[in-house]
Each structure stands twice: as structure tokens, then as C-alpha cells.
């Protein structure tokens, strides 16, 4: 294996970012609290070959194809590719072990506030047609956001969908009881897209009104997580589901506020990207340890992973529109922190 490197980011106020060129993945955030108090507000193992083929792949970038595509197949100009099975009976965040980009070292540079990490994927990596060249930058800036661009290339159509797996925990590593139950979040999203008990998508993009979907005005996080007599919620054993961003069209705008009262930390997610699955933790238990040997449990991070559709490229309704040779694929990520 390649060597794997971190590298660490820090602006004038002290806080910082931590990341690492396996899985491009991140490894810490560290911002201040309202009472000026630093901690890091992401989920983190406690060693670098922890995050080998963990099953919540924490902080990392999954590739070519992140979420699902169901049973592992998908046509592209008449001809059907077959991918590997690694979620039941679905394809999913790239493949079984090292077809996943979350599970490859990447080539990373820094440059000043920058991380660039580049990645070659070849025709037939994984099952996925192309040669496929990504490139993942990671910006910090003096503002506290943290930048992800996300620029990939193809000699041949393809799928792509990149994405970060990041978990949050507003109130801090530190803090090692209560989980994201009683964060509160606010999504810019007045559908989702319900799924099979396999959680791959109907095709149907259902109104969250009147149902636990509902964040269109800031939800307790924990309020409904466990009412399974709502389906998604029971398939998921709580929220792992994807929301179609209102009036969506290709622009970066914010999408997502995640607040942590005690705290007083908030984060505004943006992105350029359609929808945003938000998952809630809900199989943590049995990942490697966190720092300290914590153990972690369910519902102790929740990730928001923007993204296009998932099983996308085998729903028409759904607007994805594969990689050509000559385009290029763009996708933005902001997570914008402050303490209030």
C-alpha cells in the first residue's frame, strides 16, 4: 500500500481541519463553542488502518458510483454492466473493499490553505465503464468553511456520483454520551424519495408535509427517529433516505443547518448537487473504536452526503445525465461553522 499521509489545515482563529489521502477522507474538525471551548466535531477511529473496509466508511469518499445502485447493474447506450454486490442484494458506495475509492490511497499534494488528492479509476474499475480521472480539493479558509471540489473526467460514458461521508457530532468528541438525538436540523427540502425495504429508490419524489420527513422548518433530529410505522424510517431503523433539494439548478446554495443547542455550534451545509441523504448513524455499533478506545453506538454521528440520486442512472425521471467524454463532472460541497 501506498504511503498514507495527513495533513492538517489551520486558519488565524486557531480551528482547523485534518484530513488524509485514504478515501480522501476527513479526520477532524476542530471549531470553538460558544464559550470559546475547541473540539472536533466530526466522528474519527483511533488509527489509520481502522478506516480499511469499515462498513460507515467515516469521513470518506466513496466512488465511482456513491449510494446505491440496485442489484448491481445499470445500462448505458444498450449495453448492461454488472457491478458487485455488497449491501444485501444492492451495489453500494462503490463496491466490496478496494473497488471503493473510500478504501484507496489517493496521490495528495498541499497547496498553502489547499489539499489537492487525485485518483486514476480504470475502464472496467469496479465494472464501471471509462477511464475516469478524479481530483478531490480540500479548502479551509479564515471563515471557518471547509471546501470540497470535486472535478472528475472520462474517456468513455460513464456514472459518476461523488460524494463525502463525513459524521457529525456538534457537540464535540469530547463530549462521549447522548449522540446527535438532540441536534436540530433544518432541510431546504419539501420532498424525499421513498425506497424498498432495500432502500433503493420507487421513482417516486413523495411531499415530506405531514410526515417525519418534515425538516422543512428545523426538526429535533431524535423527535420521530424511531416511529416505524413510518416505512423509511422502519427500513432504515431511522433516517437513511435521500431529499430532493427545492428549486435545484446547478448552482452552489445552501441546503442544510445543523444546530447542537448546548453547544451553541452550527453548520450550513451547501452544495450544486440535487439531494442530500441524510443517515443518522443507525448501524455504528461494531465500527472500530473512536480516540481513546470509545465505543461507539448507534445515532452517535449523522452524516448529510449531497449527491445525485441515488440508483439514478436507472430511473429516467429521476434527470441524471451520465459522464461524456470531453465534459467534465463538478461537484461542490461548503460546510460553513460558526457558535451562536
Same mark, same amino acid.
Given at each position: 500500500?501506498?504511503?498514507?499521509?495527513?495533513?492538517?489545515?489551520?486558519?488565524?482563529?486557531?480551528?482547523? !481541519?485534518?484530513?488524509?489521502?485514504? #478515501? &480522501? *477522507?476527513?479526520?477532524?474538525?476542530?471549531?470553538?463553542?460558544?464559550?470559546? /471551548? =475547541?473540539?472536533?466535531?466530526?466522528?474519527?477511529?483511533?488509527?489509520?488502518?481502522?478506516?480499511?473496509?469499515?462498513?460507515?466508511?467515516?469521513?470518506?469518499?466513496?466512488?465511482?458510483?456513491?449510494?446505491?445502485?440496485?442489484?448491481?447493474?445499470?445500462?448505458?447506450?444498450?449495453?448492461?454492466?454488472?457491478?458487485?454486490?455488497?449491501?444485501?442484494?444492492?451495489?453500494?458506495?462503490?463496491?466490496?473493499?478496494?473497488?471503493?475509492?473510500?478504501?484507496?490511497?489517493?496521490?495528495?499534494?498541499?497547496?498553502?490553505?489547499?489539499?489537492?488528492?487525485?485518483?486514476?479509476?480504470?475502464?472496467?474499475?469496479?465494472?464501471?465503464?471509462?477511464?475516469?480521472?478524479?481530483?478531490?480539493?480540500?479548502?479551509?479558509?479564515?471563515?471557518?468553511?471547509?471546501?470540497?471540489?470535486?472535478?472528475?473526467?472520462?474517456?468513455?460514458?460513464?456514472?459518476?456520483?461523488?460524494?463525502?461521508? !463525513?459524521?457529525?457530532?456538534?457537540? #464535540? &468528541? *469530547?463530549?462521549?454520551?447522548?449522540?446527535?438525538?438532540?441536534?436540530?436540523? /433544518? =432541510?431546504?427540502?419539501?420532498?424525499?424519495?421513498?425506497?424498498?425495504?432495500?432502500?433503493?429508490?420507487?421513482?417516486?419524489?413523495?411531499?415530506?408535509?405531514?410526515?417525519?420527513?418534515?425538516?422543512?422548518?428545523?426538526?429535533?433530529?431524535?423527535?420521530?427517529?424511531?416511529?416505524?410505522?413510518?416505512?423509511?424510517?422502519?427500513?432504515?431503523?431511522?433516517?437513511?433516505?435521500?431529499?430532493?433539494?427545492?428549486?435545484?439548478?446547478?448552482?452552489?446554495?445552501?441546503?442544510?443547518?445543523?444546530?447542537?443547542?448546548?453547544?451553541?455550534?452550527?453548520?450550513?451545509?451547501?452544495?450544486?448537487?440535487?439531494?442530500?441523504?441524510?443517515?443518522?448513524?443507525?448501524?455504528?455499533?461494531?465500527?472500530?473504536?473512536?480516540?481513546?478506545?470509545?465505543?461507539?453506538?448507534?445515532?452517535?454521528?449523522?452524516?448529510?452526503?449531497?449527491?445525485?440520486?441515488?440508483?439514478?442512472?436507472?430511473?429516467?425521471?429521476?434527470?441524471?445525465?451520465?459522464?461524456?467524454?470531453?465534459?467534465?463532472?463538478?461537484?461542490?460541497?461548503?460546510?460553513?461553522?460558526?457558535?451562536?
Amino acid at each position: 500500500m501506498a504511503e498514507i499521509k495527513h495533513f492538517t489545515l489551520t486558519n488565524k482563529k486557531g480551528e482547523s !481541519v485534518v484530513l488524509s489521502n485514504f #478515501g &480522501a *477522507s476527513i479526520l477532524a474538525i476542530n471549531v470553538h463553542d460558544r464559550a470559546g /471551548k =475547541l473540539d472536533n466535531v466530526v466522528l474519527a477511529y483511533a488509527k489509520d488502518e481502522d478506516y480499511y473496509d469499515d462498513g460507515p466508511f467515516l469521513g470518506k469518499t466513496p466512488g465511482r458510483y456513491s449510494n446505491r445502485i440496485a442489484k448491481g447493474h445499470f445500462t448505458l447506450d444498450g449495453k448492461q454492466y454488472t457491478l458487485s454486490i455488497n449491501c444485501g442484494t444492492e451495489h453500494l458506495h462503490g463496491g466490496i473493499k478496494e473497488e471503493s475509492y473510500a478504501n484507496r490511497v489517493w496521490d495528495a499534494v498541499q497547496k498553502g490553505n489547499s489539499v489537492v488528492m487525485t485518483l486514476f479509476s480504470p475502464d472496467g474499475d469496479a465494472g464501471y465503464p471509462g477511464n475516469l480521472k478524479v481530483q478531490a480539493t480540500y479548502t479551509w479558509d479564515e471563515n471557518s468553511c471547509l471546501t470540497l471540489d470535486f472535478i472528475a473526467t472520462t474517456d468513455a460514458k460513464t456514472v459518476v456520483n461523488l460524494t463525502n461521508h !463525513v459524521y457529525f457530532d456538534l457537540r #464535540g &468528541a *469530547s463530549n462521549k454520551s447522548g449522540g446527535i438525538l438532540n441536534h436540530v436540523l /433544518k =432541510l431546504n427540502c419539501s420532498r424525499y424519495l421513498p425506497t424498498d425495504d432495500q432502500l433503493i429508490p420507487t421513482g417516486e419524489i413523495a411531499p415530506v408535509a405531514g410526515t417525519p420527513m418534515d425538516f422543512t422548518k428545523g426538526r429535533v433530529v431524535g423527535k420521530d427517529i424511531h416511529d416505524y410505522s413510518f416505512p423509511a424510517l422502519k427500513f432504515g431503523k431511522g433516517y437513511d433516505a435521500c431529499w430532493a433539494i427545492d428549486n435545484f439548478d446547478g448552482s452552489i446554495k445552501p441546503i442544510a443547518e445543523l444546530t447542537e443547542p448546548t453547544t451553541g455550534r452550527k453548520m450550513v451545509l451547501s452544495t450544486n448537487k440535487p439531494g442530500v441523504q441524510l443517515y443518522t448513524g443507525n448501524y455504528l455499533e461494531g465500527c472500530p473504536n473512536g480516540p481513546d478506545g470509545y465505543v461507539y453506538k448507534e445515532n452517535d454521528g449523522l452524516a448529510l452526503e449531497c449527491q445525485d440520486f441515488p440508483d439514478a442512472p436507472n430511473h429516467p425521471n429521476f434527470g441524471y445525465k451520465p459522464l461524456e467524454p470531453g465534459e467534465t463532472y463538478h461537484h461542490t460541497m461548503k460546510w460553513q461553522f460558526c457558535a451562536e
